[in-house]
């Protein structure tokens, strides 16, 4: 539905005057947030519900990605862009004497997600609304996103996120859809009807409420949904929850987000919030097929459904679905089997060990009886299949119960017709490295889906003025198709698209100097080099080896050797239990106060570290951002996104060949890029060979120890405890991040940095290049890619 500038101002004017008893000139910023959003939801209600009607007429196969983490950040702009609106209604503001960006501002960021892995899937939601895809979410809604960040004398410290506090205004429970999942008790299978049915003695029910939230795709007039569910005592049980704190209990299943980011905790709570969205989801996915869809056959069920695992967190859902086939629909087990793996496919987005997840038998037999029985069936007649065929250590490698734990990825790889890596670089490392024996027996299964952004939100939203410059120059269609974007190349040498490409970026670094003025007090200089590394604060993202730079051109500047002005900027949460993490983010900021503070070297070198990076600072951050540090130790990051971002909005990459950073030089060429580092092959030549000596290394590089021992050597003095731990890990043997081996190479490219930031006509060039380039990274290809290898979608009328 379109809107004129008069009927919107109209509307506006209506809701402030119905919700608030205010008009425009008395509102608050807080009242015309709650205003504008009403105005958008009536906008595109009537597209919501005709989508639902479309899906169910057409009864196309649909996709329901399962995810225990969805971060769209805001969604106001998202949802103005997408159903055409921003335009008129940026100008309808300001012509009533307001400011988008101000109220905008008003709206409570969704954190419900911890980085990349949570960020992708809401990407992906929005991509397929975007591109004509019906695609449904399906998560939690925690009541309290991750937490906020805060320094404290330069420790982090964490506080609640409520982000409901002040309602989400997108959001629509609908009650009439709730389902009952059962936790607890003991099952015994009875001979019932010819059917061995499971008898359930005990345990609990808790209700599962959805919120659905619209996604509005880019001017398709498709709007998807995403359902978070909620957990609530059940009417009928009210009588056995006769305390608050007995009700708290039950809430509390959706209460928290787990904070820890690639890495495995086997908590009970979280294996319950597991099994409590996968099992809603389920049950209501196969309600809408029989009840909406009227299908009567679960024979069918693949050519309707796709059930997406995101991660392992929700790989219950193949024994899930076997629970509701066998025992609910009394499908014979092979056929139902057949069905699962038809309908499951899975996303695996780490190689690192300390991450897989694996969860203890008692405490699944204790919270999820037939669920666990159910697993072990599936690994028996696993082990039964591959009896006589393959060696036997393969079988144990493999099989889903062992060591007293149940592997998810075995049960999501066994379970699932499709396994995919999300860099081409992962998914060989998945092949040949730590899934090796599952690609020997199932290679079909195996393949790449390179990980992807949403332009719109990181170009369009982010960057209205780069975005302009595209329109310009190739014309408005690159909104729509992205491939046009290369079309940009065509400007190399024209000197007004680089000088305008100069000025924008100068403009945007500006308006980010502003703010970090506000909120860190501290002056930067926005002809400076803004160099930043913005993701989740982990030993293998190697923040620290972006800290011993600074350290190195500290001391440089104060000896008198010249370099150009630059201004370091983080942003990184730690998982509040990852004390190396913790410290590492004490260290640079100790770093940053000694450097920022010193007057002698003129303000040459600024060390800014931003409290609480999530999506709605990383908005501020990347369209600002002159270099992007993607320096993972090489193999370690599956993929990464935030070098997309970055890419996207013109700034240069400094990357080791790991990730999607390959696929990046790959695709803009090795003039503009700065690669370093040691290759994969080189990584794990120390692995396999145990030969990393970084003492060595330390002691015969008179450079590399007198930056190492600034540590220690009181330079940092208010992080000496934490200095001392940074230093005993980088010398220790072996030491897996393999920082010091990167050092020397890693100076050498920000070397390379400086000698090109003196040419800014060529760095203008180099940033058109990148800039042209990231459309290879559009969330609307990759998901088209799912949608077609894995998914099997069309897309609707
Ligand atoms: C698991 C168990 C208990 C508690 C928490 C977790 C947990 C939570 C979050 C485990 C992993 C995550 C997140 C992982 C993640 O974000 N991985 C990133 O996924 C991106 C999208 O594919 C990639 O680009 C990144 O390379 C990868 O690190």
Known sequence: MQITKEEFKKELEQKLDSQFAVDVEHASLGELYSALSNVLRDGYAPNWRETRIKEAHEGKKQVYYFSIEFLPGTLLRSNLLNLGWMDTVKSALKDLGLNLDDIAA??????????????????????????????????????????KQKFVNGYQVELPNDWLQKHNHWEVMRDNKSVLVHFGGQVNLVQKDNWMTPEYNGGYSIKAVPYDIPVVGYHTGIVNTMRLWDAEIPESEEINYPTIDDRRKVEDLTSILYPDDSSYSGRLLRLKQEYF?????????LRYYTKDLKQNDMHNLPKYVAVHINDTHPAMAVAELMRLLVDEYHIDWDEAWKITVQVMSYTNHTIMAEAMEKWDINMMTQLLPRIMQIITEIDRRYVISLTGKVAESVINDTRIVNNGNVQMAHLAIIGSHSV????????????????KEFYELYPERFNNKTNGITLRRWLQIANPKLSKLLDQTVGR????????????????KNAKVLKQINEIKLENKEKLAKFIKKTTGITVDPTAIFDVQIKRLHAYKRQTLKLLHIIKLYHDLKNGIDHPKRVVIFGAKAAPSYTYAKDVIKVINEVA???????????KLKVIFLENYDVTLAEKIIPAAD????????TKEASGTSNMKLMANGALTVATMDGANVDIAKAVGQDNIFIFGLNKDQVYDYYNKHDYKPRDMYNSDQVMKETVDALIDGSF??????????????????????????????????????????DQRSWAQKALVNIAHSEEFNADNTVARYAKDIWGLKKLN
């Open 593 to 603: 106060n000694v450097i920022n503070n010193d007057a002698s070297i003129h303000g």
């Open 717 to 758: 003095s208010k992080a000496a405890n934490e200095g001392r731990v940074l230093y005993d890990s980088f010398l220790q043997e072996n030491e897996e991040f393999l920082v010091l081996a990167d050092f020397e190479s890693y100076l050498q490219a920000q070397k390379k940095i400086e000698e090109n930031w003196h």
């Open 277 to 285: 969205f996968v099992s809603a989801g389920l049950q209501s996915i």
């Open 627 to 634: 270099v992007s540090e993607q320096i993972s130790t090489t």
């Open 477 to 492: 269609d690159w909104r729509t198709d992205s491939a046009k974007m290369l079309l940009l190349q065509d400007s190399y």
């Open 420 to 435: 995919n890596g999300v860099a081409p670089l992962h998914t060989h490392l998945l092949e040949t490295e730590v899934l």
């Open 106 to 147: 008003k709206e409570p960021d969704m954190a419900l997600g911890n980085g990349g892995l949570g960020r992708l899937a809401a990407a992906f939601m929005d991509s397929l609304a975007s591109t004509g895809y019906v695609g449904n979410g399906n998560g939690i809604r925690y009541k309290y996103g991750l937490f």
